[in-house]
């Protein structure tokens, strides 16, 4: 074991977060998942779906070990090879993807049989590749029209196509880039003129969804059906009296928040987790809280928050820009998605199907997180082999700077002995005199 963690590279404490996040996320998981064995197979058990999480985090963990060795630079290169892939595979999530909750977030993967979120793959490649354009325009600044074919268009390009079928992950990777062009001192009253145009084609692909409906309601076209969701979730949040499934959950999560106390009801004891549908992974934060408590679920907040402060040392610590924001755009984006799951478990947000990162079951959205971490710990581990040169650099000249030292002692010892040899010479006293 101990070797296996020293052959670990980048920040270790990063390391050890995630190592917690994970390992506790094995019981609430195995117990939230019990609801979902009755439904599917009448007999309650879970291990079959405990089993599969522990692959999943297994899974996850590999991918980490083997991303965070590769040199964090290749991926400036890489996200410009990925992102027109990443577009057809948007493409075809959109037209043919698999439908589940009237949404095609999916592809399953042939040979293997495996669902995968497109969509999660789009992000981590997108912020890399903003990440590059601003390292690579921060010594040469770019006008702002060339800036909209260079940097805006792909951006609207990905946001597009990710967001008829999932408006929060959309507007997360929104608010995301925004953030990151700004940490990236893309000028301000560009960011003005692009938040307003993003709003204004939100408006109109929002309008034009309610004219196809108004038009045909049979028959709307598969890009504008999630509009009347949206506009049926919004509605439910703002009216506390509404009835609907998004208010059902809820209600449920508020029910096991409110039950949990201070310490909560123990390990597995959850009641609510029959009745939350989406209890393992949408609303696990709300089982969390019943079971372990308000101090389980401070604990859970506060193990993400340090986990925010390592990335910022992270990003202060990397020796290049590149590194730099893209220990942001990946980092941040992880915490504030768990920020989200909280406030919608609470009623603070409206449902949004955001899962609580390296906790919550599922394959591919952990898998993505961990991709993301793997590429974070490259930028890491730069630092720590770029300290250990300067260390080995420093050894190096300080066992020169003593072999030096050393010939100059032994050469004046040498000039000492010699002086000495010629005063006391009996021939040169004889000449003396």
Not at 41 to 56: E, Q, R
Not at 283 to 295: K, M, P, R, S
Not at 323 to 340: E, N, R, S
């Amino acid at each position: 074991m101990l070797k296996i963690i020293n052959s670990l590279k980048g920040d270790k404490v990063i390391w050890a977060f995630v190592a917690l996040l994970a390992l506790f996320s094995f019981m609430p998981v195995f117990s939230a998942s019990s609801n979902l064995a009755y439904m599917r197979h009448g007999s309650g058990n879970a291990i079959t779906y405990f089993v599969k999480h522990l692959a999943h985090i297994f899974i996850g963990f590999f991918i980490i070990y083997q991303v965070h060795k590769i040199p964090y630079h290749y991926f400036r290169g890489i996200s410009r090879i990925l992102l027109p892939v990443v577009w057809l595979l948007l493409s075809y999530t959109l037209f043919f993807g698999i439908e589940q909750g009237s949404a095609t977030r999916w592809i399953k993967v042939p040979f293997i049989g495996i669902s995968f979120q497109t969509s999660a793959l789009a992000f981590i490649v997108l912020m890399i590749f903003v990440a590059r354009y601003l390292s690579k325009t921060k010594s040469e600044s770019e006008p702002f029209k060339k800036s909209l074919v260079n940097l805006w268009l792909p951006i609207g390009i990905t946001i597009m196509l990710i967001l008829p079928n999932n408006f929060s992950t959309a507007a997360l990777i929104f608010a995301m880039v925004l953030m990151l062009t700004f940490i990236g001192n893309y000028p301000l009253k560009y960011l003005g003129i692009i938040v307003g145009s993003g709003l204004l084609l939100f408006v109109l692909f929002v309008l034009t969804a309610k004219v196809f409906e108004q038009a045909n309601p049979n028959h709307v076209p598969g890009i504008f059906k999630r509009v009347t969701t949206w506009e049926n979730r919004i509605a439910n949040f703002s009216n506390k009296d509404a009835d609907s499934d998004d208010k059902y959950q809820i209600e449920y999560a508020k029910t096991a928040i409110a039950t949990g106390g201070i310490y909560g009801l123990g390990p597995g004891k959850s009641v609510q987790k029959n009745f939350l549908p989406q209890s393992s992974s949408d609303f696990i934060y709300a089982i969390i809280v019943e079971e372990y408590g308000l101090i389980g679920g401070i604990s859970v907040l506060c193990l993400y928050l340090l986990l925010l402060f390592r990335f910022v040392i992270a990003a202060h610590k990397a020796n290049s820009t590149f590194g730099k924001l893209m220990v942001i755009g990946l980092g941040f984006p992880i915490v504030f998605q768990a920020l989200i799951n909280m406030a919608v478990a609470v009623q603070l947000l409206p449902v949004t199907g955001q899962t609580l990162p390296l906790i919550s079951s599922g394959g591919s959205s952990v898998w993505m997180t961990c991709i993301a971490i793997g590429i974070i710990l490259s930028v890491t581990k730069k630092e720590e082999e770029i300290a250990e040169e300067l260390q080995e650099k420093q050894k190096r000249e300080d066992a020169l700077q003593r072999l030096i030292d050393k010939q100059l002692k032994e050469e004046e010892a040498d000039e000492s002995e010699e002086d000495y040899s010629i005063k006391d010479n009996p021939m040169n006293v004889v000449l003396n005199k």
